[in-house]
C-alpha cells in the first residue's frame, strides 16, 4: 500500500512496543486491532515506570524529603505536560482522575450539587446523543433521577451520525448541560462540534465533550473546541491503565463545588467544616495517581515527539484501505460512516448472521485481536437493529499488512462457518 509510505516508519515504531513481536496460538503472530478499548504502551512508557517505581516512589505534596519533592516535581511536571498537549490556557485547568469515566462522573455530581446558576434541577434539562458510551450516559441519568432534570438526545441517521435536525428542538432555553462524544467508539463518527457549541452557547448551556476516543489520534485543542469541560483517559494514548483527565475551564472550576473529599483537596478542617484548596487539587482526594500520571507524561512526550498530525494522517489513510478492503467481503456491513472522511480509526461491522462473538473467536484463533460486543454502547446496536458488533481499531503502529490479515481472517470466519 504505497498511500501510506512516507506519513509514518510503523517498522521504527513497532519496535517501540515488545508485545507486538508476541505469537500466539500455535506459533502465529500477534495482529492487534483492539487499540480503541487500549492501546499498547512502549518501551519508553514503560522505563519511565519502572524508572519512578525504583528510584522516586513516595506520596506526592506534602513531604518534605528528597524522594517526595521529586515525585512532586514528576508528577506536577506530567500536569504540565498535559496542559501543553491540549494546549489549556493554565496548568490549574488539568485534573488527574483515574479514568474518562470518572472524569464524566465528576462533571455530573458537580453540577447536581452546584449552586445557581450552574445547578441541574428538576426545571432544567440534560442533552446527550444516542451514540455515546455509557460512561456518559449513564451519569447522566444518575444525575436526572436525582435532581428530576430531563434527559434529552439526539438521535442517529442511518449512516452513523448525528440528527441535528432538531437541534433547537433539543437544546433549549431549560438546557443546562451537553455532553457528547467527539469521536464515537463504535461508530468512528467524528461529530460537528462547532455547531453543537454554537448552540449550547445560544441557551447559556454548559458544554462537555468526551475525547476519549480523540486524545489518542489527532491534535486536541480544548481552546479551540470551545468547550467548557473535556473528558480522555491515558491507557488509550500508550500510557498506563488508572490515569484519566478532565480539563475544565478555571471560573468554572473556581466555583463548582469539589466530587470527593478527603487529603489534600482542603485548605482548612474543623470538626465544623472545612474549606476547599484551589483548583485543580480541589477536584483530587486522597494519594492520586502518581506512577501513572509520570507514565502519561512519558506518553505524551512519545506522542509529540512522532507528531500528532502525522499520526492523524497516517490513520486516516489506514482507514480508507481498511474501508476499501473491508466492502470486498461478501456480507460485511460497516456499522457506521462508510467513507473515511469524518471518521476515525474505529471501524465496526458484521458479516451476515454470524454472531460477533463467533468472529472474534475464530479471528482469534488466527491471531487476530478485535473487539467483539455492544463496545459499551448498547443504544447504537438498538438504533440499527443489532445484537452486537465486531470492531477494529487501529493506531500509529497498525499497518496495511494487519489489515490484509483481517480480511483474510474474515474468509476463513466465512468458511468455517459455511
Known sequence: MTQLSGLLDTEAIRKDFPVLDRVVH????????????????????????????????????????????????????????????????SRDEVIFTKNASESLNLVANMLGWADEPYRVDHETEIVITEMEHHSNIVPWQLLAQRTGAKLKWFGLTDD??????????????????????????????VNP?????????EVGALVCIDASQ???H???????????????????????????????????????????????????????????????HKFEAGTPPIAQAVGLGAAIDYLQAIGMEKILAHEHALTQYAVE???????????????????GAAISFTLGDIHPHDVGQVLDEQGIAVRVGHHCARPVCLRYGIPATTRASFYLYSTPAEIDALVDGLEHVRNFFG
Open 218 to 280: 489527532m491534535p486536541l485543542d480544548v481552546q479551540a473546541l470551545q468547550a467548557d469541560f473535556v473528558a480522555f483517559t491515558g491507557h488509550k494514548m500508550c500510557a498506563p491503565t488508572g490515569i484519566g483527565v478532565l480539563w475544565g475551564r478555571q471560573e468554572l472550576l473556581e466555583d463548582l463545588p469539589p466530587f470527593l473529599g478527603g487529603g489534600e483537596m482542603i485548605e482548612t478542617v474543623s470538626m465544623h467544616s472545612s474549606t476547599y484548596a484551589p483548583a485543580p
Open 160 to 189: 452513523g451520525r448525528l440528527d441535528l435536525s432538531n437541534i433547537d428542538e433539543v437544546i433549549t432555553e431549560k438546557t443546562k448541560i451537553v455532553s457528547f462524544v467527539l469521536v464515537s467508539n463504535i461508530l468512528g463518527t
Open 193 to 201: 462540534v462547532e455547531a453543537i457549541v454554537r448552540r449550547a452557547q
Open 214 to 216: 480523540a486524545a489518542p
Open 26 to 89: 500455535d506459533g502465529k503472530k500477534l495482529v492487534y486491532l483492539d487499540n480503541a478499548a487500549t492501546s499498547q504502551k512502549p518501551r519508553q512508557v514503560l522505563d519511565a515506570l519502572n524508572e519512578y517505581y525504583e528510584r522516586y516512589n513516595a506520596n506526592v505534596h506534602r513531604g518534605v524529603h528528597v524522594l517526595a519533592e521529586e515525585a512532586t516535581a514528576l508528577y506536577e511536571g506530567a500536569r504540565d505536560k498535559v496542559a501543553e498537549f491540549v494546549n489549556a490556557p
Open 325 to 343: 478492503r473491508l466492502a470486498q467481503v461478501p456480507d460485511l456491513r460497516i456499522i457506521g460512516p462508510t467513507t473515511a472522511e469524518d471518521r
